[in-house]
């Protein structure tokens, strides 16, 4: 009887969802948009945004890096990165680690709220 309680109580737990949300479950775009002013200086997104000292931000989800109409890097164009949540936290992170010798010059976000909200941010974009 123990054994068939425990069994199913662990089967009921398991199907629980997670106690602690993911950050991407909770992002909040306006907290974004206040983020990406960091990244204005060089970006654009939205309605009408080009290419200006760095490649515009729209469509990222799914793109190859490099493969717009701009300036990259040669790293970057020989790079096989796919912008995706993963991808684009990472590089967001640290630039250098996930395409050494990126012209993109940013010391890195290291607050994951603030990463997330980015990313749900610029998501309104694609």
């Not at 629980?16 to 204005?40: H, I, S, Y």
């Amino acid at each position: 009887m123990f054994r068939s309680s425990l069994a199913l109580a662990v089967t009921l737990f398991a199907m629980l969802p997670p106690l602690q949300a993911n950050a991407a479950d909770a992002a909040d775009p306006k907290a974004g948009a206040a983020a990406f002013r960091v990244c204005a200086s060089c970006h654009q997104v939205g309605p009408g945004a080009r290419n200006a000292f760095g490649p515009h931000l729209n469509g990222l989800w799914g793109r190859r890096a490099g493969t717009l109409q701009y300036g990259y890097s040669a790293a970057m164009k020989k790079s096989a990165v796919v912008w995706n949540d993963k991808t684009l936290a990472a590089f967001l992170r640290d630039p250098d680690e996930v395409v050494p010798g990126t012209k993109m010059r940013l010391w890195g976000f290291s607050d994951e709220r603030k990463i997330a909200n980015l990313l749900a941010y610029l998501r309104q974009y694609q």
